[in-house]
């Protein structure tokens, strides 16, 4: 069971760093992920979606020498056009293995880009809220899709999840790997395998100061 870790500034304990600009949190958000790395998830995804592609660049290359030592691998999130740049100016070996896009920015990316990706080796996952959604990142080529909210999260409060039959359905018409996404936890992680997910990951539990849970849920991973 694959486990990834989606990060999210304003989970961080202290409340205040949604106010803050990056500049002021950064180096406390770069421990968080460090503290993260070091339960040892597959891969985390460097999810900040509001930051500008040079910002964004700047936290990413931060994060990896922060984590250099752990071996958690980073998955770029969205931000294409600044990941054309960074692999333009840096080195292969400093690409990230992987990218994920929410369906926003895919929805700005043409074949073209998503070709392009898989000439250069970069593996990439698109969001699966539906059928349609299934049916578009088939289209485009996805190595892995991530399937939300399947049960209730703060996240999305109000919103009825999809359950695991939501997962069923998906792995019963693809080969795609799916990653289950949406109120994860310990205790519901498995049902989420045995549904046919290839993995989960999760945002809230991960960016907790309390990393007992995500130990508890990475110590799962080989099963």
Same mark, same amino acid.
């Given at each position: 069971m694959?486990?990834?870790? /989606? *990060? $999210?500034?304003?989970?961080?304990?202290?409340? +205040?760093?949604a106010e803050?600009?990056y500049?002021?949190?950064?180096d406390?958000?770069?421990?968080?992920i460090?503290?993260?790395?070091a339960?040892?998830?597959?891969?985390i995804?460097?999810?900040?979606?509001?930051l500008?592609?040079?910002?964004?660049? $700047?936290?990413y290359?931060?994060?990896?020498r +922060? *984590?250099?030592?752990e071996d958690?691998f980073? /998955?770029?999130?969205?931000h294409?056009?600044?990941?054309?740049?960074f692999?333009?100016?840096?080195?292969?070996e400093?690409?990230p293995?992987?990218?994920?896009f929410?369906?926003r920015e895919a929805k700005?990316?043409?074949?073209?880009?998503?070709?392009?990706l +898989?000439?250069?080796?970069?593996r990439y996952g698109? &969001?699966?809220?539906?059928?349609?959604?299934l049916s =578009?990142a088939?289209?485009s =080529?996805a190595d892995?899709?991530a399937a939300?909210?399947?049960?209730?999260?703060?996240?999305?409060r109000?919103?009825?999840p999809?359950?695991?039959?939501?997962?069923?359905?998906?792995?019963g018409v693809? =080969?795609i &790997?799916?990653i289950a996404l949406g109120?994860? $936890?310990?205790? $519901?992680?498995?049902?989420c395998?045995e549904?046919g997910a290839?993995g989960?990951?999760?945002m809230s539990l991960?960016?907790r100061?309390?990393?007992?849970a995500?130990?508890?849920?990475?110590e799962?991973?080989g099963?």
């Amino acid at each position: 069971m694959r486990v990834i870790c /989606i *990060t $999210n500034h304003d989970l961080l304990p202290d409340q +205040k760093m949604a106010e803050m600009s990056y500049k002021a949190w950064r180096d406390t958000y770069v421990d968080a992920i460090d503290g993260i790395a070091a339960c040892h998830p597959q891969a985390i995804v460097l999810r900040e979606k509001l930051l500008s592609g040079i910002d964004y660049t $700047n936290l990413y290359e931060a994060v990896l020498r +922060k *984590t250099a030592a752990e071996d958690t691998f980073i /998955i770029w999130h969205d931000h294409y056009e600044a990941l054309r740049l960074f692999m333009r100016f840096h080195r292969r070996e400093e690409w990230p293995l992987e990218a994920f896009f929410s369906g926003r920015e895919a929805k700005a990316m043409t074949g073209a880009d998503f070709r392009e990706l +898989k000439r250069e080796g970069i593996r990439y996952g698109l &969001p699966c809220h539906s059928m349609i959604e299934l049916s =578009d990142a088939v289209r485009s =080529d996805a190595d892995f899709i991530a399937a939300s909210h399947i049960f209730e999260t703060e996240c999305k409060r109000g919103r009825k999840p999809k359950g695991t039959e939501f997962l069923r359905e998906i792995t019963g018409v693809t =080969d795609i &790997p799916v990653i289950a996404l949406g109120g994860i $936890n310990t205790a $519901n992680a498995v049902s989420c395998t045995e549904a046919g997910a290839a993995g989960v990951a999760v945002m809230s539990l991960a960016m907790r100061e309390d990393k007992s849970a995500l130990r508890e849920l990475v110590e799962m991973q080989g099963s």
